[in-house]
């Protein structure tokens, strides 16, 4: 389990050399070789138990049914989407006889492997949530003292994803423990992604974060605080991955990944525009798309922005980099750079922050780009032609309210 730490630059010399040896991979499971697509329930369905006030938004087996089903008839499952995953409030507040975990018996009365089954024949993955410490954070059983236990039980039931979080916890132990229930979950010898809560709380107890050690056993992590449908909390985000982007890119790559958290584009927290430039922006980090949102009854818009397949194309590039913010113009439009899997691609990504469109005049030299010619340039949220745009000139380029503009160029 060595981590893949070489820029590209050093990769290329030392292929160019002869020296290049196969990337040893971070977490050796298989899995997340491009981030992990799917929905979650927390933030449009939280910890709603209440199926006799709120059957149809409740957490249940029928409300992952409903969205297992909508995620495979409504073109989610074409276009990527996979996973789909409980969070908190899932189970019962006691063990089993046996110390399981198990289902809430009234919201899940089919049972979680009946769960896992039904999602399977959708085609799809199931993820579950677990809580590291002795309490979840809405206080179910944690999973302290019982990690073998129930990452069989897990593999048991089907599970295909697993994210465990951090509650009730003591953070001294993380770089001990969270190895542990990679090695609980590998022994179970079913692959499962494993979305880790580790970084997100050690800053706050004054401790260095080590992403090579967290690579190593994790698929993705957390590292900030929850989204919620703000738009302020969406600029939050994104400001931590700016400020701390030169340790967050080189920890970023295939099997292992920066997690900045659920996708909230569905609901009405957010514009169409603050929508889009949330999708613009997870894709350019590289991010696991997981969506938080209602499917049965998504605006066509919001859907259209989630389904654009150009968009996603960025997110899934098989090099896995995290973009890079390279420029920014006053405090109001942020320019990320992306490098792409085909020699000299990229994708770009203009945020406006500000509430009133934009209009910012460069050169795409500015960005870095430096083919000696030039560039053509393509609109992968409107899926147009921009057009031919010579490297060293200055050209004009508008950005909505509170929006982005989203290119892929080449030479
Ligand atoms: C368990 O780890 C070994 C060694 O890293 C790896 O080859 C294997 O694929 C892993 N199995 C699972 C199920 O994750
Ligand atoms: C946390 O774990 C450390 C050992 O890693 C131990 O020394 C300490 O007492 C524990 N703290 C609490 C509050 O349990
Ligand atoms: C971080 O973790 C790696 C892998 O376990 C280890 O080799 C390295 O020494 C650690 N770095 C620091 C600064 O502790
Ligand atoms: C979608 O339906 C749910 C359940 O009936 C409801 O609570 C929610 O407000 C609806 N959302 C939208 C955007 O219409």
């Known amino acids: ?9 050093l990769a290329l010399a ?5 020296a290049f040896y196969p990337i040893l991979e971070a977490l050796d499971n298989g899995l997340a070789r491009t981030p992990p697509m799917g929905w979650l329930t927390w933030e ?12 149809k938004n409740c957490i249940s087996e029928n409300l992952m049914m409903e969205m297992a089903d909508r995620m495979a008839e409504d073109g989610y499952k074409d276009a990527g989407y996979e996973y789909v995953n409980l969070d908190d409030c899932w189970s019962a507040k006691e063990r089993d006889a046996q ?12 049972g979680m492997k009946a769960l896992g089954n039904y999602i399977h024949s959708r085609g799809l993955k199931f993820g579950i949530y677990a809580d590291y410490g002795t309490k979840t954070c809405s206080g179910f059983p944690g999973s302290w003292g019982h990690f073998e236990l129930d990452a069989q039980t897990f593999a048991d039931w089907g599970v295909d994803m697993m994210k465990l979080d951090s509650c009730s916890s003591n953070v001294t132990t993380y770089s001990k423990g969270y190895p542990e229930m990679a090695h609980a979950l590998n022994a179970t010898g079913r692959p499962i992604l494993f979305n880790c809560k580790w970084p997100f709380v050690l ?6 974060i080590n992403y090579t050690l967290i690579a190593e056993y994790c698929n993705t992590w957390r590292n900030f605080w929850d989204i919620r449908e703000k738009w302020s909390l969406v600029l939050m985000i994104v400001d931590y991955y700016a400020l701390n982007q030169d ?5 970023s790559g295939p099997g292992h990944f920066n997690d900045p958290d659920m996708l909230v584009v569905g609901d009405n927290g957010l514009t169409v525009d603050q929508a889009q430039a949330h999708f613009a922006m997870w894709s350019i980090l590289a991010a696991p798309l997981l969506m938080a949102n209602d499917l049965r009854n998504i605006s066509i818009p919001r859907r259209n922005i989630l389904l654009n397949k150009e968009v996603i194309a960025v997110n899934q590039d098989p090099l896995g980099i995290m973009g890079r913010l390279v420029l920014q113009f006053s405090d109001r439009v942020n320019l990320w750079v992306k490098q792409l899997s085909k020699p000299q691609e990229w994708a770009v990504v203009f945020l406006n922050r500000y509430p009133s469109p ?5 050169s795409l ?24 745009r010579d490297s060293s000139k200055k050209y004009k380029y508008t950005i909505p309210a509170t929006g982005a503009l989203m290119m892929r160029i080449h030479p």
């Open 1 to 9: 389990m060595v981590v893949f730490r070489m820029s590209l630059k």
């Open 14 to 18: 030392l292929f160019l050399l002869g």
């Open 358 to 362: 934009q209009t910012v005049s460069l």
């Open 365 to 388: 030299q500015q960005l870095g780009l430096k083919s000696l010619s030039g560039y053509n340039l393509r609109d992968i949220i409107t899926h147009s032609d921009i057009g031919y």
């Open 203 to 208: 800053p706050h107890y004054g401790m260095k």
């Open 44 to 55: 449009r369905f939280r910890c709603d138990t209440n199926c006799k006030k709120n059957p």
């Open 247 to 251: 340790v967050l890119i080189p920890a």
């Open 99 to 110: 110390e399981r975990l198990q289902g809430d018996p009234e919201r899940f009365p089919s």
